[in-house]
């Protein structure tokens, strides 16, 4: 079945609803008119439930089928927040929100969600309970985890759950997924050294911290090079570094941060283990002291074989078998959807955005012309795994 003929007819809704979430982009938890505005369309569509406040401003839509015989419910997630980078797309409709953008797409994730919420309210031609998540705080704050925690899965009695992401640089309205590992697990770091500041023309004087920095910076890449079989995934980046504040100062103080992507849990296990030998090693040959901070975040994104298998299907009836690829690499970015995957099984896949540019830059802009093909989804997936016999 190609794209569903209803959503065509209004496609231009689904664009205003999404250009008008990107003039107005909020962070995190703080997504109140976002929340807002999504209830409110939510209820005009005669959904049988609205809930807000799941997982401080989460909200979810309850629209039951014509039958419900198989006593299914099946779970659909788009997140709602920003991020904070200033937009360079010169659009009509750029962000109002003067250093905070949409340059995600969560606006097209959820605009495309609430134009399903629209067509199953009004067709309900399923077996079962379709329950659409609207989440916040995807970019850092584990809003998926804060819903899970709220009673998500329990109060609404999901059995399955699923998630769509947009990726510039793969054909518009293409699909890609894999079973198993598909995003990384994100860690962060960071390491306070202490040493013997003093005058730089006596470092003799001294236990130079940057020194020391310097010499952690470069080790810690000997993790991936060394420490990890060059077949398993793994990436170390550090990416701040602050040491000192004038010239001729020999700083007593010094920070280095960064983040950690692995896609297997013994090679998260492996990573950290090596990077706190480092930093002890390094502190103890150059006389300061080191403490590493390793706080572990989302977890690895995994998807289940049987519903992944079902999600290419039903992209495949959309899009076309051969627009849709089923074993794509994985990919060393994160996503909190993973706390859902964990909680439920379900898969998450990825819809191409065109020749667009990068996720998180400030040029990036959701592209419209996919509306259709991600509602589309949406709405088969329910009814094909949810059929009326």
């Given at each position: 079945?190609?794209?569903v003929?209803?959503?065509?007819?209004?496609?231009?809704?689904?664009?205003?609803?999404?250009?008008?979430?990107?003039?107005?982009?909020?962070?995190?938890?703080?997504?109140?008119?976002?929340?807002?505005?999504?209830?409110?369309?939510?209820?005009?569509?005669?959904?049988?439930?609205?809930a807000?406040?799941i997982?401080?401003?989460g909200?979810?839509?309850?629209?039951?089928?014509?039958?419900?015989?198989?006593?299914?419910?099946?779970?659909?997630?788009?997140?709602?927040?920003a991020?904070?980078?200033?937009?360079?797309?010169?659009?009509?409709?750029?962000?109002?929100?003067?250093?905070?953008?949409?340059?995600?797409?969560?606006?097209?994730?959820?605009?495309?969600?609430?134009?399903?919420?629209?067509?199953l309210?009004?067709?309900?031609?399923?077996?079962?309970?379709?329950?659409?998540?609207?989440?916040?705080?995807?970019?850092?704050?584990?809003?998926?985890?804060?819903?899970?925690?709220d009673?998500l899965?329990?109060?609404?009695?999901?059995?399955?759950?699923?998630?769509?992401?947009?990726?510039?640089?793969?054909?518009?309205?293409?699909?890609?997924?894999?079973?198993?590992?598909?995003?990384?697990?994100?860690?962060?770091?960071?390491?306070?050294?202490?040493?013997?500041?003093?005058?730089?023309?006596?470092?003799?004087r001294?236990?130079?911290t940057?020194?020391?920095?310097?010499a952690?910076?470069?080790?810690?890449?000997?993790?991936?090079?060394?420490?990890?079989?060059?077949?398993?995934?793994?990436?170390?980046?550090?990416?701040?570094?602050h040491?000192?504040?004038?010239?001729?100062?020999?700083?007593?103080?010094?920070?280095?941060?960064?983040?950690?992507?692995?896609?297997?849990?013994?090679?998260?296990?492996?990573?950290?283990?090596?990077?706190?030998?480092?930093?002890?090693?390094?502190?103890?040959?150059?006389?300061?002291?080191?403490?590493?901070?390793?706080?572990?975040?989302?977890?690895?994104?995994?998807?289940?074989?049987?519903?992944?298998?079902?999600?290419?299907?039903?992209?495949?009836?959309?899009?076309?078998?051969?627009?849709?690829?089923t074993?794509?690499?994985?990919?060393?970015?994160?996503?909190?959807?993973?706390?859902?995957?964990?909680?439920?099984?379900?898969?998450?896949?990825?819809?191409?955005?065109?020749d667009t540019?990068?996720?998180?830059?400030?040029?990036?802009?959701?592209?419209?012309?996919?509306?259709?093909?991600?509602?589309?989804?949406?709405?088969?997936?329910?009814?094909t795994?949810m059929?009326?016999?």
């Open positions: 079945m190609p794209i003929n209803r959503f065509a007819e209004f496609q231009d809704d689904i664009a205003a609803w999404r250009q008008d979430f990107h003039r107005h982009p909020e962070l995190l938890y703080d997504v109140h008119r976002t929340a807002g505005v999504v209830a409110e369309r939510l209820a005009s569509f005669g959904v049988d439930e609205v807000t406040g997982g401080r401003t909200v979810v839509a309850v629209i039951r089928g014509r039958k419900n015989a198989s006593g299914k419910v099946i779970g659909l997630r788009a997140d709602m927040d991020l904070p980078i200033t937009e360079s797309t010169g659009k009509e409709y750029a962000s109002v929100n003067p250093g905070v953008m949409h340059a995600c797409g969560h606006d097209g994730h959820t605009a495309m969600l609430l134009g399903a919420a629209r067509y309210a009004e067709t309900r031609n399923f077996d079962g309970t379709a329950v659409l998540i609207f989440q916040p705080a995807e970019e850092g704050g584990a809003g998926g985890k804060a819903m899970i925690d009673g899965m329990e109060r609404f009695r999901i059995g399955e759950v699923f998630g769509m992401h947009n990726m510039p640089g793969m054909p518009a309205g293409a699909f890609g997924l894999r079973p198993g590992p598909l995003l990384a697990a994100t860690d962060e770091f960071t390491i306070e050294i202490v040493g013997r500041g003093g005058h730089a023309a006596l470092p003799h001294t236990a130079d940057l020194l020391a920095a310097a952690m910076v470069g080790a810690l890449q000997t993790i991936v090079s060394r420490a990890v079989d060059p077949l398993e995934a793994a990436v170390v980046s550090v990416t701040k570094m040491v000192g504040e004038t010239t001729n100062v020999i700083a007593e103080r010094g920070t280095i941060a960064g983040t950690a992507r692995t896609l297997k849990p013994e090679i998260r296990d492996l990573v950290e283990r090596r990077m706190g030998e480092i930093v002890a090693g390094i502190a103890a040959a150059h006389g300061v002291e080191a403490h590493l901070g390793y706080r572990r975040s989302y977890p690895v994104t995994r998807n289940h074989p049987e519903q992944t298998a079902l999600a290419a299907a039903v992209a495949g009836e959309i899009s076309g078998p051969d627009r849709v690829a074993d794509i690499a994985p990919i060393m970015g994160g996503e909190d959807f993973a706390y859902m995957l964990e909680a439920r099984p379900g898969a998450f896949i990825f819809i191409g955005n065109g540019a990068g996720l998180h830059s400030p040029g990036y802009d959701f592209n419209d012309a996919i509306v259709p093909v991600g509602c589309s989804y949406w709405a088969r997936l329910v009814e795994a059929p009326v016999v």
